[in-house]
């Protein structure tokens, strides 16, 4: 019986320590992450899934369905796309976040080396929608 006392308390114990929970941040940081890889992966669906349904970016220029649009025409356009992240800068206020982050873009044909390419800074605001965040407004400004 007294074995049994510690197998319970050594499971409650597992049971406690496997309810961790990622720190929102981190969870932002692998959502960034994932959307690089879908681009990468020339899946604009994906990306476009942690976009909130009410997204503007650079002003209101884009709404949601604009930025989908323009994916799917750069997937269209390149054979190839490749996506490197500089550092991703989350200042979280509560349910909402910031987000910073660098990024060099580069398309082609698929050949060894890049046709184009292009440095963004990006800052983006996201949201907690149910469990998951999204981003729900952007803005890019080209640096070369």
């Not at 750069?74 to 910031?98: F, H, K, M, Y």
């Not at 982050?101 to 398309?107: K, P």
């Amino acid at each position: 019986m007294h074995g049994m006392k510690w197998m319970c308390l050594t499971l409650a114990m597992l049971a406690i320590a496997g309810c961790h929970r990622t720190p929102d941040e981190q969870r932002i940081r692998d959502t960034v992450v994932a959307m690089q890889a879908a681009l990468e992966a020339r899946d604009p669906r994906s990306f476009i899934s942690h976009v909130s349904a009410d997204f503007t970016g650079n002003d209101g220029q884009v709404d949601r369905n604009g930025l989908h649009n323009l994916l799917r025409a750069q997937v269209l356009r390149n054979e190839s796309i490749g996506v490197t992240l500089g550092p991703i800068d989350v200042e979280l206020q509560g349910d909402r976040a910031t987000v910073r982050v660098s990024a060099t873009f580069t398309g082609g044909s698929g050949g060894l080396l890049p046709e184009r390419g292009s440095i963004y800074s990006i800052s983006s605001g996201w949201k907690r929608e149910g469990g998951e965040w999204r981003c729900y407004n952007a803005a890019w400004q080209q640096k070369l």
